[in-house]
Each structure stands twice: as C-alpha cells, then as structure tokens.
C-alpha cells in the first residue's frame, strides 16, 4: 500500500475519487476548460508549520490535527493532483486560513480543483 504521503491525509476518500473515475472526469473538465480559455483557479488548503493562519474553530479542523499526515506548504500532501496538474497560465491560491470559497473576480470563470486525490 502507498505511504499516507502518496494518497494524500483521507486515504480512503483519495481511492474512493480514483477508482470511481471522479478524478479523470475532473481532469477532464479542467482540460476542456483550458482549451475554452476558461482560467483554471487550484484552491489549495494547507498549513504553515507553526499553525499560524489556521482556524481551530470548527471540529473538523481540530481532527485533521489529529491525522497521520498533516497538509503542510510545500509538502506533498498539498501539491495538486498530477492527473489535473497545473498549467502554466493556472492560477495556484494558497488556502491557510480554512475552508471558504474562492470568489474570483467577476470578469474570470474559475474551476477549482481538489488534492484530496493523488
């Protein structure tokens, strides 16, 4: 079995999008996007080391600091997924201050993608 580093902190949630075909068809959107000129936006949600910027208000944020592999910048658990992968003119935002949408500008259609799935 791949080390939880290879599959991301919810190993079973990162099978369950690749054997169910979701990451391909993601991949596939972002790629027919792309080729539209639709800008491709890749929300990514991590944490510095020291926790600086991160919420702790919400339950689900406690438990992730509890998981085996922790979605640290830089780290592989928060690189995107290499089936969707980053185009140069993708934009990458960095996420460390929770979960809230992105709200790109009005005059830019977004597709965000996930690393949940490597």
């Known amino acids: 079995m791949p080390s939880y580093a290879a ?8 099978a369950e ?4 075909g979701a990451l391909a068809r993601i991949a596939e959107l972002v790629d027919a996007a792309r080729a539209s000129g639709v800008r491709i936006v890749h929300a990514v949600a991590e944490r510095r080391p020291d ?14 600091e509890r998981l085996p592999v922790h979605r640290l910048t830089g780290s592989a ?6 089936l969707v992968g980053v185009a140069d003119e993708d934009l990458v ?3 460390l201050h929770g979960l809230s949408r992105y709200r790109a500008p009005t005059s830019t259609r977004c597709c ?3 690393a949940a799935a490597r």
């Open 77 to 82: 658990a928060v690189r995107v997924a290499a």
């Open 93 to 95: 935002v960095r996420r």
């Open 17 to 20: 999008v690749r054997s169910s």
């Open 7 to 14: 599959l991301g902190d919810l190993p079973e949630l990162a």
């Open 112 to 114: 965000a993608t996930s």
């Open 51 to 64: 926790g600086r910027g991160a919420s702790r208000n919400a339950r689900l944020f406690r438990a992730a």
